[in-house]
């Protein structure tokens, strides 16, 4: 039985969870692959610290309807309430014990997008952030009927617009182009046909619930994918059945962890028919990906970028450095490109190649020149440095090896500042 090297139990937990944190790396080391990824992908208590308090959405309403300066009023206090939710996900990042789990959630985010500059509720908001997090590892089609029905996600794709005989396309498009098929394998007339069938689907926003509306709803049969539907829950009904549904989500976690260049067809069939062979069940498709040849072939490791989460998050979950307040890692992440709970568009952050540019390679620099600079409590850092020869400390910290010379003179904060700032340790 094939038995995983230090080296490969590296890759695996950078790959999988928030950083190579050394004790996860260590657990891993010597199982089998299939072992290894059961111990990692066991589940752990995920609860969030609690949220701050936030001014509730009525409260909001009566400051707007006031005056202008009440309005303004109002979008400074959601845009301050939106920093502590902003705040709030980061530190549960840092100090969560089942970063598997909240890696994953973070990937939902970005496949079932939201961002507050739209929906300008952070109450909403958490609430859908808690909903990808109860359901990151669970089932995906359940996951698809309740972000259907999710507030924050009606009001950022309109669909509490979305009336009978003024039907708004928008959540339809993004539910078929988006979190299910992918482009290319439905037409206009499909999307035209699932948003008359989600006529009627809204947000009470002072509640924080779904609600449905059966005099808003079109009530008629339409033609969708070549099948007869009527209501929203039949459109997904149909999507389910789709092989490409699978298979998009395949491809979503080649990206997201083996590679950034396109997967192999065959592979994405393979991965997809296991998914829906398991009727959905994600830790079964996650299985799958890590524990398939692709996942552990040479020439896709140290070959995918790291996102500024993994870069900051990462690193401070691996290393002992003293931690930078929240609002800190907040403001770094969004100068890095990846402002959690506000992505660029309904697409979301698009990765790779595109988290690196002049700037953000420089404010990765800096980030990681000033955790590693020298400071009285460095021999404190230093105690709590794995116990272990430098090759390991190396092999532990970089995917690849170091793109620059390693200092010649003793010392482990030394070679750490050095592996930390070399180029290579911005991949995975």
Known sequence: MQRLNFSDARHLVARSALGQEWHLVDEVNGRSRADAINVLLKQIDNTPPPLPAMTPWSNIMR?????????????????????????????????????????????????????????????????????????????????????????????????????????????????????????????????????????????????????????????????????????????????????????????????EYVSHNKAPAATIRKWGNVFRASNYHITTLLKEVLNSNEFWDAKYRGGLIKSPVDLVIGTLRSLPYAHPKADELVRVTQLLGQDLLDPPNVKGWPGGKQWIDTQTLLVRTSLLTKLTRHTPTSAQVAQKLPDTEGSKVVEWLLARKPALALPTTPGKLRLVKALVTDPAYQLK
């Open 63 to 255: 400051m707007s309807n006031h005056s202008n300066k009440g309005k303004r009023d109002a979008r400074l206090q959601m845009g301050s309430e939106s920093g502590l939710l902003k705040k709030w996900w980061i530190n549960h990042l840092l100090t969560t014990k089942a970063p598997v789990q909240e890696r994953m959630t973070l990937f939902w985010h970005n496949h079932f997008t939201s961002s507050f500059s739209k929906v300008q509720q952070p109450q909403i908001m958490h609430l859908q952030n808690q909903l990808l997090r109860d359901n990151a590892m669970g089932n995906f089609a359940v996951m698809l009927r309740k972000i259907s029905r999710d507030p924050a996600m009606l009001v950022y794709l309109d669909g509490s617009l979305n009336k009978k005989g003024k039907p708004n396309e928008n959540f339809a498009r993004e539910l078929l182009e988006l979190f299910t098929l992918g482009r290319g394998h439905y037409t206009e007339k499909d999307i035209k046909a699932a948003a008359i069938a989600f006529t009627g689907w809204g947000a009470d926003r002072d509640k924080g619930v779904f609600v449905y509306d059966a005099k808003e709803n079109a009530g008629k049969r339409v033609r969708f994918l070549n099948k007869w539907v009527k209501s929203g829950d039949d459109v997904i009904d149909v999507l389910l059945k789709e092989h490409r549904t699978a298979e998009h989500i395949a491809e979503k976690f080649w990206h």
